[in-house]
Nanobody, 126 residues
Framework: VQLQASGGGLVQSGGSLKLSCQAS????????LGWFRQAPEKEREGIAV???????SYADSVKGRFTVSRDNVMRWMDLQANNMKTEDTAVYYC?????????????????????WGRGTLVTVSS
């Protein structure tokens, strides 16, 4: 499974940004897809995950501001980030996992995700 994230960049506080992740290779709808981020000197944080059925889980830090969506046919996942804050500045990664169905548990366990894309930098200016 290969994952390619795109869409990072510079955005002003209060603005919006859309990130995309394209999956390829031996990717099937059985995989859970997720977005993680890592700010400088901080641990990697799971922020949004989605199953092929559209079930989602969000970190409290982004709930109500970010929305994850997925297209199983085209094998991509988007993250619509609205009302962005300076603390959203981080490198954002998309990831895929299989075998664990408890999304609340999975979002907090980066070590359970077997496939990662290269990160894309998001900078939110004040």
């Amino acid at each position: 499974v290969q994952l390619q994230a795109s869409g990072g960049g510079l955005v002003q506080s209060g603005g919006s940004l859309k990130l995309s992740c394209q999956a390829s290779g031996w990717f099937t709808k059985d995989y859970v897809l997720g977005w993680f981020r890592q700010a400088p000197e901080k641990e990697r944080e799971g922020i949004a995950v989605i199953t092929s059925d559209g079930n989602t889980s969000y970190a409290d830090s982004v709930k109500g501001r970010f929305t994850v969506s997925r297209d199983n046919v085209m094998r991509w996942m988007d993250l619509q980030a609205n009302n962005m804050k300076t603390e959203d500045t981080a490198v954002y990664y998309c990831a895929a996992a299989i075998g664990e169905t408890n999304l609340e548990y999975l979002i907090k366990r980066p070590e359970l995700w077997g496939y990662w894309g290269r990160g894309t930098l998001v900078t939110v200016s004040s």
